[in-house]
């Protein structure tokens, strides 16, 4: 298991690592030719069919990975793809409906709806590759989609495009993908089954907790979205947008590691203590490396942000102070739950680790709107105090479990 982990690792991390930079010069050339407001009408529009999808997405792919090999067979193939398949029917219907009587109707809205259906067709074939700690194939793939749609991306602005070519890219990489996994043989066209009374139970009891967290977790940021752009409009919707994205780069470069490969690990033939004893220790150099790596960032961010992307996203920086803390722990938040979704304990997760991140989204829309700050400024503080306080909570509660056991 150990040799498989790290040659897994390796390739996961190189393929972060490259991904990252691809969409970091990406986005740079990107948010100098496009204005801030395209970027909030964009993310305002996907957090709108976000709500719908956050409630019908059935978390089919990280049931796959879940499932042990006594439980998984092409029988269980079959009927999570007729899920996957009603998941489909449900969200693309209600999607259009909601964006038409919400009165963004529009090719770039639909092209959103397309790219989220194939999404999930998608991630559901690479889980299946994934099964088998085929990381260099599922890397090939994600990094050459992510390469060759951000390539697109900004090849589309040059052009005078404008900002269609964001919705653009994510579609083109749903595609890529798609293409890449039939060529490494990964897409099996099962046998589709229709869900049954027998089938209905078999999802209820794996998906149900996954299901409820997902539904949470996808409503807690689009709720943050629509709220920061009610309270500051598209032009501070663009702000924030971009600063969680830059936000979320420290993330990128190791969610491979701290979430993806820890899960598929979790989730394998481990102990209890030893899974336990490794979270910990994955807690403790995360948050020691990611610290220090975050201080060095928002130290130089001044002057860099306005040097790389434009004077136009200056306010950027000021928005980026107050998500440092959200930088830090969402990384350590998504190691938890790795943990979680493995050990089959999502309701402690969403009890102890998504209440609290409610809190601080109260926190931040308080502040928003108390006229004490900045409403995008008091969201990103109620961003950060979110994933600080949930992760606090939750690694407290496992120790105080941990504890019991052992007495």
């Known amino acids: 298991m150990k040799s498989i982990f790290w040659g897994s690792a390796s390739w996961l991390l190189s393929g972060a690592v490259i991904q990252a930079a691809v969409a970091f010069v990406a986005n740079l050339f990107l948010m100098r030719m496009l204005l801030p407001e395209d970027f909030g009408r964009y993310a305002i529009i996907q957090a709108n069919l976000g709500l719908i999808s956050a409630f019908l997405n059935f978390r089919i792919a990280d049931v796959v990975l879940r499932l042990p090999e006594s439980e998984y067979d092409e029988s269980v193939v079959g009927t999570l793809a007729g899920a996957l398949f009603l998941q489909t029917i449900l969200v693309g219907v209600l999607g259009l409906l909601s964006i038409y009587f919400m009165g963004y109707l529009s090719v770039e809205a639909l092209i959103l709806v397309a790219t989220i259906l194939g999404a999930s067709w998608t991630g559901f074939f690479i889980r299946i590759y994934e099964r088998k700690f085929n990381y260099r194939g599922v890397t090939l793939t994600e990094n050459g989609s992510a390469i060759l749609s951000n390539i697109a991306a900004v090849c589309g602005a040059v052009l005078g495009l404008g900002a269609i070519v964001l919705y653009f890219r994510d579609l083109l990489r749903v595609l890529l993908q798609f293409l890449a996994l039939l060529y490494f043989g990964a897409v099996k ?20 907790g996954i299901w409820v967290d997902g539904i949470l977790e996808q409503t807690f940021h689009r709720v943050i979205i629509l709220a920061v752009g009610f309270l500051a409009g598209e032009k501070g919707a663009g702000y924030f947008f971009q600063a969680r994205r830059l936000a979320m780069v420290p993330h990128e470069l190791t969610q491979p590691l701290t979430f993806r490969l820890a899960y598929n690990y979790f989730s394998h033939k481990v102990s209890p203590l030893e899974k336990y004893a490794k979270l910990m220790q994955f807690l403790r150099y995360e948050l020691v490396f990611l610290t ?11 002057p860099v942000v306005p040097w790389l992307f434009g004077a136009n996203w200056e306010p950027v920086v000021e928005v980026m102070y107050y998500l440092g803390g959200f930088m830090i722990f969402v990384t350590l938040f998504n190691t938890i739950k790795s943990y979680s979704m493995a050990e089959n304990q999502l309701g402690p997760f969403i009890v102890y680790g998504r209440s609290f991140q409610f809190v601080g989204l109260a926190i931040g829309l308080a502040l928003g709107c108390s006229g004490l700050m900045n409403s995008v400024n008091g969201l990103a503080m109620g961003l950060s105090v979110s994933y600080v306080l949930s992760s606090a909570v939750l690694v407290g509660y496992y120790i105080f479990q941990n504890g019991k056991a052992e007495h």
Not at 292 to 302: E, M, N, S, W, Y
């Open 189 to 208: 066209f099962q046998q589709v089954k229709l869900p049954n009374s027998k089938s209905f139970a078999f999802l209820k009891t794996n998906i149900s």
């Open 292 to 302: 220090l790596a975050v201080l060095c960032i928002l130290f130089i961010l001044d």
